[in-house]
């Protein structure tokens, strides 16, 4: 889909008297001048704008989606692919003399006017890729990432998993029914946050051995070490030298806890529910599909991840019905239900949306759906920030509709 725009402007300036021939030339060639510059004007001018005005319906699209889903209707994405703006110029000179010895009189008009248009080519969003990228586990790789923008361990654990080490999380269901259980895993969030600044979610630096098998050290070539950093591996050794494994140095997603935090009460809980070994100086996140307790002391931490749309039905809970869609039933009455209720009234803490018949004020994003309008209120820093974090999963889960692409913005500019 591609939509066009224009934006027209004009400047004009009027000059009478004393002015010569050679005064007109120097008024033409500055017109002329300016007509150079507008390449970087017109950059300056509307490079923040278009920025702006991109993440601001991505924003919208998201809320959207996210109402969609309370309703139980479908969801449905567009990408910016690419903006186009052109830019042109036009000048006229015009004007009137009279001729007597030594003297000019008369007027001159200069005119200038400038043309915006941008042409926005908009991609939906559908297929199996798009479906694969909503409806995929989480990477977890994305929970760090997620982390590592602030977002603190109970958020990234409670939220985006629904299994850790044999510890099940709960679900929301279409068909109005939960799975799952939530008092075990609301008390790992509560020790999460009774641990505080003491546990915390990033990278760490690894060398993984991917050939198990050990090569004595004198028996290593050239070609081997040559061979080895053209695969960006290298031979390392454990015992000073005398073997060697081939290894790769990566970056991997772990959980940290400080050593005060494993000595504390909230840390020892938290480690025995999790069946973690406190000798362990951190502990790998690995995405597993088995709901299974682990029989012994684990240096990981098994994590089964919620996908991006499962997130997005689970938020949705947080969307204010209106009142008469209630009664005529065209959205359900969750609050009736008996399961699920802790994990319903924490997200609802955390991210509320809320519905009016009018458009509202002091909404950081808004759309309207139904014949109501759907915002989340500019000064409920919480569920902004909620917000945040799935506008962001969304930007590293769902990619464009070109793996190597991004939007792109072109600004020519014509003369």
């Not at 009478?16 to 030339?25: K, S």
């Not at 990566?250 to 400080?258: F, G, M, N």
């Not at 869609?325 to 009455?333: K, Y």
Request: charged letters at 20%.
């Amino acid at each position: 889909m591609t939509l066009k725009n224009k934006n027209i402007g004009s400047i004009q300036s009027s000059f009478g008297r004393r002015c010569t021939a050679g005064c007109a030339a120097a008024l033409l060639v500055a017109m002329l001048m300016t007509g150079c510059s507008i390449g970087p004007m017109a950059l300056k001018e509307n490079h923040i704008g278009y920025n702006q005005a991109v993440r601001q319906v991505v924003n919208e699209e998201l809320l959207l989606n996210i109402v969609r889903m309370r309703y139980g209707d479908a969801t449905q994405y567009l990408s910016v692919a690419s903006i186009t703006s052109q830019f042109t110029m036009d000048a006229s000179f015009s004007g009137n003399a009279d001729f007597a010895p030594g003297i000019t009189t008369g007027g001159t008009i200069l005119g200038l006017s400038y043309g915006d248009s941008p042409t926005l080519s908009l991609v939906p969003r559908t297929g199996e890729e798009v479906a694969e990228q909503l409806l995929a586990p989480i990477n977890v790789r994305n929970l760090a990432y997620i982390a590592t923008l602030g977002f603190g361990p109970r958020t990234v654990l409670g939220l985006l998993t629904s299994n850790i080490n044999g510890v099940r999380g709960v679900e929301w269901r279409l068909d109005a029914e939960w799975k799952g259980e939530e008092s075990e895993l609301f008390r790992v969030v509560d020790l999460i946050t009774e641990l505080c600044n003491e546990i915390d979610i990033g990278f760490v630096r690894v060398f993984d051995p991917y050939m198990p098998l050990s090569v004595k050290g004198d028996a290593l070539k050239p070609t081997d070490l040559v061979a080895a950093v053209q695969t960006d591996s290298h031979w390392r050794s454990k015992d000073g030298g005398t073997t060697y494994n081939l290894t790769r140095e990566d970056s991997t997603p772990v959980v940290w806890i400080s050593e005060k935090g494993k000595a504390s009460s909230a840390g020892r809980a938290f480690m025995s529910m999790l069946s973690l070994d406190p000798a362990a100086p951190f502990y790998r996140i690995v995405r597993t599909e088995s709901l299974n307790r682990p029989t012994k002391l684990l240096d990981r931490l098994f994590v089964e991840t919620r996908s991006f749309q499962a997130v997005l039905q689970a938020v949705s809970l947080g969307v204010e019905a209106p009142a008469d869609d209630l009664e005529n039933g065209s959205i359900e009455r969750i609050g009736d239900q008996s399961s699920g209720t802790q994990f319903r009234e924490a997200l609802h803490r955390r991210f509320s949306i809320q519905s009016s018949d009018s458009s509202p004020d002091h909404a950081a994003v808004a759309v309207q759906y139904r014949d109501h309008w759907f915002y989340i209120d500019d000064h409920d820093h919480a569920a902004k920030t909620s917000f945040t974090l799935i506008a962001n999963l969304f930007d590293l889960q769902v990619k464009g509709p070109s793996k190597d692409s991004e939007p792109v913005l072109t600004l020519p500019v014509g003369g």
